[in-house]
């Protein structure tokens, strides 16, 4: 019987601290499990003292986006051509604009692990940890650790057609709680109206004092908590994301693990949700309590309503394309709610920033089909690589 090789996969700008890439392995060795490969994606540092520390737990790749000749010689090796390599790993905002979309870093991750014939590649964020918020009392917060890597194969190894498990995270909110005028007409133009009453009220982080009991299929897979079955290569699409160049500025439409979803069900895979919701410091500063005026935490709010703007028109079309119960979207009830929202969030918070929201709202909907092209040739390129794979 062949030894399962597994990987964890991590994409970051750089890396110059350990954590939380260490308590990864170190709750991996504690659980029993043998981490075969560690694969890092960044943009522009590594420092080597880490990557020798990192060296003792496992095999090492790094992966710069933009820049793998790895990956590019491995992708002639098989057959595919330049057009169709720069279709998979493309960055054409990179040198002006230093940016890469999220879909095409996580692609880099994947590649990687394909090539170097993992069996299960692991992702987690840099801002997440391998334990469960379980509860606070008189300020003090209360952890308990988990067997991250043996939950996620505990599922991946029941059926077939399970190619992801995933769950969500404890700790606080991605936004901070805030109340202004019109915030419900901002968040309905963001397609987010569903967390109103939870920005507007809630403060506190999020607790879970058990896991693995609510389990069931789900479309929604967080990118920071996500375990994929290499095995089931040919149930396997890419990662997904749109950008926009606006104002002399790239913005990075989030998502790209929102729509790794509905492909794979396409592909007649399985998604599940294992109800393992591990601690996300999202803001980098556990337990003190997020606050919109900070500036670091309003530019979070700026950019991650940017980025669910440009990310609505690809994400409507593709769960309409894939799903008949998809919701209808009406685009102008959104647009001018947006219109009211934003205007009223770039006085409240003195912020200009704000009022270039409708704007972004129609331009990504007026290049949907440049990015519906897109992603047609992306699919193509990538089932002619699994096909040479399999050859």
Not at 62 to 87: A, D, F
Not at 148 to 156: A, M, Q, W
Request: net charge neutral.
């Amino acid at each position: 019987m062949d030894i399962e090789k597994i990987s964890f996969g991590v994409i970051t700008r750089s890396l110059t601290q350990l954590s939380p890439i260490k308590d990864f392995l170190e709750n991996a060795q504690k659980y029993g499990h043998t981490i075969n490969h560690l694969i890092i994606g960044y943009n522009s540092y590594v420092d080597p003292k880490i990557i020798n520390q990192l060296k003792s737990y496992c095999q090492i790749t790094t992966v710069q986006r933009g820049n793998s000749p790895y990956l590019v010689e491995s992708m002639k090796k098989i057959g595919l051509t330049g057009n169709e390599i720069e279709t998979i790993i493309g960055t054409p905002h990179l040198k002006k604009y230093g940016m890469v979309a999220y879909g095409t870093s996580r692609n880099y991750v994947l590649l990687t692990a394909i090539f170097k014939e993992i069996d299960f590649l692991m992702y987690f964020d840099s801002d997440i940890y391998p334990k469960i918020l379980v509860g606070q009392e008189n300020g003090e917060y209360f952890f308990q650790e988990i067997d991250f890597v043996g939950n996620h194969l505990k599922f991946l190894r029941t059926t077939n057609d399970i190619v992801v498990t995933s769950s969500d995270y404890t700790g606080y909110y991605i936004i901070p709680k805030m109340n202004f005028p019109y915030l419900r007409e901002l968040l309905f133009g963001l397609q987010k109206e569903d967390r109103f009453y939870y920005i507007n009220s809630v403060d506190t982080p999020v607790v879970r004092n058990c896991c693995l009991k609510n389990i069931f299929n789900t479309n929604k897979i967080l990118g920071g908590n996500q375990a994929i079955d290499l095995r089931k290569f040919a149930l396997i699409p890419p990662f997904y994301s749109t950008t926009l160049v606006m104002d002399d500025e790239c913005f990075l439409g989030r998502g790209e693990d929102t729509l790794f979803g509905p492909i794979i069900y396409s592909f007649d895979g399985r998604c599940v949700d294992i109800d393992l919701l591990i601690f996300h410091d999202c803001f980098g500063d556990f337990p003190n309590k997020p606050d919109i005026s900070i500036k670091k935490n309003l530019d979070r709010f700026y950019y991650a309503c940017m980025g669910w703007i440009i990310r609505n028109p690809f994400f409507n079309w593709i769960r309409k394309e894939y799903f008949d119960e998809a919701e209808k979207i009406d685009y102008k009830e959104r647009l001018e709610a947006l219109k009211i929202g934003s205007k009223s969030a770039a006085e409240y918070f003195s912020d200009e920033r704000f009022l270039k929201m409708p704007e972004a709202f129609k331009k990504s909907y007026g290049k949907l089909p440049q990015d519906i092209k897109h992603f047609h040739k992306l699919i193509n390129a990538w089932n002619k690589m699994k096909f040479l794979l399999k050859k």
